[in-house]
C-alpha cells in the first residue's frame, strides 16, 4: 500500500475511479445497484428453503410443533440479539467513517465480528446437543423423544437453513474483516465510504435472514 | 465506409491498433479484463459446447436408426442423452448470446468503455471454465443418466456418481448469475450521453430482460442441485418420500428455475433478431415500444408458467388451469414480436444476405414452434404428448430453431464488427439452405413421431416408427454438414477474409459508430446520441449520430 501511495494511487480516504466510469457519482452508484441486485439472488436462494420449510411444515404440523419445542428458547434468543446488536455496531461504524472517525468506526467492526463470532459459538453449543440427542436430519435421525411422522424433515430443515445462514454468517465475517483492515490503512473517509456501506448492508441481509429463521424455527 | 487497410502490396497489413492487437500473448488475454475479448473467449468456449453437445447428438441420432440397439446400449445411451442436455443447455445455450455478443457489444452499443464491474466479468469466464470442466469430466468419468433434469428420486438413488455435474452446474449458475449483474447494472450506469432508456437498441432491452431472470431464478437451481447432491451424499430425505420427503417439490423449485431458464435462452435471440431485421431491410423497427416491452412481459410471465412442465405429476386441476393460462400469455408477448418483425420486414429495403435467410428460418421456426407450445400448453392435449417426441420436437425447435438461427445471424452480422474481416456471402448462403432445411427434416418427423406416441429417452422402439426416425436422422446429417460449411467458411475469413469496412451494412447501431476491429476502450471519444435507435428514417442519407 504504501508503495502504491507513492504512485499517483488515491490519498488516505480518496475514492478511487475506475477508467470505465466518468465521475465518483457514477461508480458509486453501479456498485450500490450491483450490491443491490446481488443481496436479491441471496434472498431467492433462502426462498428454495424457506418453501421447503412451508411445504414440509404444511404436511407434518404436528411433528414440527412438537420439535420446534425442543430447540433452546434461551440460546436462540440471545443469538438473536447478538444479531440484531451486531447490526447495530456496523451501521454506527458506517456513520462513523461517513464523519471521517476511523478509529470509531474500526472499534464498531471489531464488535461487529465479535458478536459474529458469538453467534457462531453459541450456534455450536446447539449443535452439539442436537448431535447429543440424535436429533438429525433424515438418515441420522433417532431422537427417542417426538414420534410424530416428519419431525426427521423438521431436523433436515432446521440444518440446511441454519447451516446455510452459519455459512453467511462467516462470509460476512470475512467481508467486514477485509472493511476493517481498509479501514485500519486509511482507504476510507467521508469521501470514500461504499465498501463500509455494502460491506454493512451484507451484515444486515445476514441478520434479516435470522429474523425470518427464528420465529419460524424456535417461536411457532 | 472507407477501405483504409488493403495496401497495395496486396498484404492484408493491419497497422490499426485495436482490442486484438494492442497486446499479444496467452496472457495478455488470461488476465483482460477487456469485454470484448472476454466476450471472444466466451466464443471459443461456447464453439466447443457445441460441438460436443452436437457430437453426442448424432451419437443418439445414430443409435435410433434402427429399431434394435445400434451403436450403444440402454445405459450408455442414457448418458449420451443426459450429455446432450447437460452440455448443450447450460454450457452453450444459456451463455452463448449473453456470454459472447452481450459481453462484445452491450457496452459498444451503450457507448461505454466497458461493463460496470470488468473484473467480475472476467470471473464470471473462469467461474464458466470451472464449472463446465468439472461437469463434462463429471459425465465422461463417473457418468450420470438422469437427463438434464436431475429428477428425484431417481437422481438421489441412481448408481451413478452425480456429485461432480451437480456441482458443475452450481458453479456455472454462479458465472450466469454474475453476468446478469455485471448486465443490468452496466445498462442503468453507463449508458453514453444521449442514450435514454427509449433509444436503447432493442437488443440491449432484451439483454436486460434476460438479466433480470439471470438474477431472480439462478440463485433457486443452484440451491435445488445442491439440495440434491446433499440428498444423494448425506440422505437428508427431503426429496425421498421413504423418509416422508416430497419428489414434486424437487420438481417445483427445479421448474421455478429451468422454466424462466427458457427465456434466458430465447430472450437474447429475439434481441438479436430486432437489430438484425432492422439492418436487413433497412427500415426502422416497427414497433419499437412495443417490442422492448413485450421483453420484459416475458420475463415476468415466464416466473410463473413453470407448473405447465408438471400437469401429469399430481397438481390440482386448478393449478393446471392457471399454469396453462399464464403460458398462454407468453405467446402472446412472442407474437408481438413476430408481428413487429415482419411489420418491419414489410416494404423494407431488403438486403438479401445470410443473416436475412437465417432470419426467414428463425420467424418460422418461432411461429411453428410458439404454436405447437400454445398446444402443449393446453392441458387436456400436454396429457397425451407429454414425455412424447412431440414435445422434444417443440423444445428443439424453439430452442435449437430459433437460438441457433439467431446465434449464427448474430456471428455473421457482427463478425466484420468483431475480426474486421468479411465472410464469404455465397458458401454461407449455402451452409444457411442446409441448416434450415436439415432443420426442418430433423425435426418435423420428431412432431409426428411423438404424436404417434413415441415416447422419449428409450433407445428401442417399435418398428413401425423406423420410417420417421431415419428420415430425422438423415436431416440431422444435413444439419451437421451445415455446421461444418460454416466453421470452415468462418476460420478461412478469419485468416483470409475480405477486410471490412467499418460498417459494412451500413447499419444504424451505435455499435457501429467506433472502429471495426474496435480499439481497446471501443470509442476514440465518448459519443453522444442524438438520434433514435435503428434511425433509417431517411434512405441513402448518412445519419449524423455523432457529436464528437
Avoid at chain 1, 461487529?112 to 436429533?135: D, N, V
Wanted: some cysteine.
Amino acid at each position: 500500500m504504501s508503495s502504491s501511495e507513492a504512485h499517483a494511487a488515491p490519498g488516505r480516504g480518496e475514492p478511487n475511479l475506475a477508467h470505465h466510469f466518468e465521475t465518483q457519482n457514477q461508480q458509486d452508484g453501479a456498485v450500490r445497484l450491483g450490491m443491490w441486485l446481488f443481496l436479491g439472488t441471496e434472498v431467492l436462494l433462502f426462498a428454495g428453503l424457506f418453501l421447503g420449510y412451508t411445504v414440509y411444515r404444511n404436511f407434518y404440523h404436528e411433528a414440527f410443533h412438537e420439535a420446534s419445542r425442543h430447540l433452546s428458547l434461551a440460546l436462540g434468543t440471545t443469538n438473536t440479539i447478538v444479531l440484531i446488536t451486531s447490526s447495530l455496531f456496523v451501521a454506527l461504524g458506517y456513520h462513523a467513517i461517513k464523519q471521517g472517525k476511523e478509529k470509531a468506526c474500526a472499534v464498531l467492526l471489531v464488535l461487529t465480528i465479535l458478536c459474529a463470532l458469538g453467534f457462531l459459538g453459541i450456534k455450536s453449543i446447539e449443535y452439539a446437543e442436537k448431535f447429543r440427542e440424535g436429533a438429525l436430519p433424515g438418515k441420522w435421525y433417532h431422537f427417542s423423544e417426538i414420534t410424530a411422522p416428519g419431525a426427521n424433515l423438521y431436523y433436515t430443515v432446521y440444518f440446511l437453513a441454519t447451516g446455510l445462514h452459519a455459512f453467511h454468517v462467516i462470509v460476512g465475517m470475512s467481508v467486514l474483516i477485509w472493511v476493517l483492515k481498509g479501514v485500519l490503512k486509511g482507504k476510507y473517509g467521508p469521501k470514500n465510504y461504499v465498501a463500509v456501506e455494502l460491506g454493512g448492508l451484507y451484515w444486515h441481509l445476514v441478520d434479516l435472514v435470522w429474523i425470518f429463521l427464528f420465529p419460524l424455527l424456535y417461536l411457532i | 465506409m472507407s477501405q483504409p487497410t488493403d495496401l497495395d502490396s496486396g498484404e492484408p497489413a493491419s497497422p490499426v491498433v485495436n482490442y486484438l492487437n494492442h497486446d499479444r500473448g496467452v496472457w495478455s488475454w488470461l488476465t483482460t479484463v477487456d469485454h470484448k475479448r472476454i466476450g471472444i473467449m466466451y466464443l471459443v468456449s461456447v464453439l466447443l459446447a457445441f460441438l460436443l453437445g452436437g457430437i453426442f447428438a448424432m451419437a443418439l441420432r445414430i443409435e435410433l436408426l434402427t429399431p434394435d440397439p445400434t451403436i450403444m446400449g440402454a445405459n450408455m445411451y442414457n448418458r449420451m442423452f443426459t450429455l446432450h442436455g447437460v452440455v448443450m443447455i447450460f454450457l452453450f445455450m444459456i451463455p452463448a448470446i449473453p456470454g459472447v455478443f452481450g459481453n462484445f457489444c452491450l457496452p459498444l452499443m451503450l457507448g461505454a468503455k466497458d461493463v460496470a464491474f470488468p473484473r467480475l466479468n472476467l470471473l464470471s469466464l473462469y467461474l464458466y471454465w470451472t464449472g463446465a470442466t468439472l461437469a463434462v469430466a463429471g459425465m465422461i468419468m463417473g457418468g450420470a443418466d438422469t437427463g438434464w433434469t436431475f429428477y428425484a428420486p431417481y437422481s438421489t438413488s441412481t448408481p451413478e456418481t452425480l456429485f461432480p455435474v451437480l456441482l458443475g452446474v452450481f458453479i456455472l449458475g454462479f458465472s450466469s448469475i454474475l453476468t446478469g449483474l455485471n448486465f443490468i447494472v452496466t445498462i442503468h450506469t453507463l449508458r453514453a450521453p444521449g442514450i435514454g432508456w427509449m433509444r436503447l437498441q432493442l437488443f440491449v432491452w432484451a439483454i436486460y430482460a434476460t438479466s433480470i431472470i439471470q438474477v431472480l431464478a439462478t440463485p433457486v437451481i443452484g440451491l435445488t442441485v445442491m439440495l440434491v447432491g446433499i440428498e444423494k451424499v448425506g440422505g437428508f430425505g427431503l426429496f425421498d418420500a421413504t423418509r416422508g420427503g416430497d419428489p414434486v417439490l424437487f420438481q417445483h423449485m427445479f421448474w421455478f428455475y429451468s422454466h424462466p431458464a427458457v427465456y434466458i435462452m430465447v430472450l437474447p435471440s429475439m434481441g438479436v433478431i430486432s437489430e438484425a431485421i432492422a439492418a436487413f431491410s433497412r427500415k426502422n423497427v416497427f414497433g419499437y415500444k412495443m417490442i422492448a416491452y413485450s421483453s420484459l412481459g416475458i420475463a415476468f410471465v415466464g416466473f410463473f408458467a413453470w407448473g405447465h412442465h408438471m400437469f401429469v405429476s399430481g397438481q390440482s386441476t386448478f393449478e393446471n388451469g392457471a399454469f396453462a393460462v399464464i403460458s398462454m400469455f407468453v405467446g402472446v408477448f412472442t407474437a408481438i414480436k413476430v408481428f413487429n418483425w415482419v411489420g418491419t420486414l414489410y416494404r423494407g429495403s431488403i438486403a438479401v444476405k445470410t443473416p436475412l435467410i437465417y432470419i426467414c428460418g428463425f420467424l418460422f421456426f418461432i411461429v411453428f414452434g410458439g404454436m405447437t407450445g400454445i398446444a402443449v400448453a393446453t392441458v387436456s392435449l400436454d396429457v397425451h404428448w407429454h414425455d412424447t417426441y412431440f414435445v422434444v420436437a417443440h423444445f428443439h425447435f424453439i430452442m435449437v430453431g430459433a437460438v441457433i438461427m439467431a446465434f449464427l445471424i448474430a456471428l455473421h452480422y457482427w463478425f466484420p464488427k468483431m475480426f474486421g474481416r468479411m465472410y464469404h456471402e455465397g458458401w454461407g448462403m449455402t451452409a444457411a439452405g442446409f441448416i434450415v432445411l436439415g432443420f426442418n427434416a430433423t425435426f418435423i418427423p420428431q412432431f409426428l413421431l411423438g404424436n404417434a406416441g413415441m415416447p422419449r429417452r428409450y433407445y428401442m422402439y417399435p418398428e413401425r416408427f423406423q420410417a420417421l426416425n431415419v428420415a430425422s436422422t438423415a436431416g440431422s446429417s444435413l444439419l451437421a454438414i451445415g455446421f461444418v460449411i460454416v466453421l470452415i467458411y468462418l476460420v478461412f475469413a478469419l485468416v483470409r477474409g475480405k477486410r471490412a469496412s467499418d460498417n459494412p451494412w451500413d447499419s444504424r447501431g451505435y455499435e457501429w459508430l467506433t472502429t471495426s476491429p474496435p480499439p481497446k476502450h471501443n470509442f476514440h471519444e465518448t459519443p453522444v446520441i442524438t438520434q433514435d435507435a435503428h434511425s433509417y428514417q431517411k434512405p441513402g442519407e448518412e445519419v449524423e449520430h455523432v457529436v464528437l
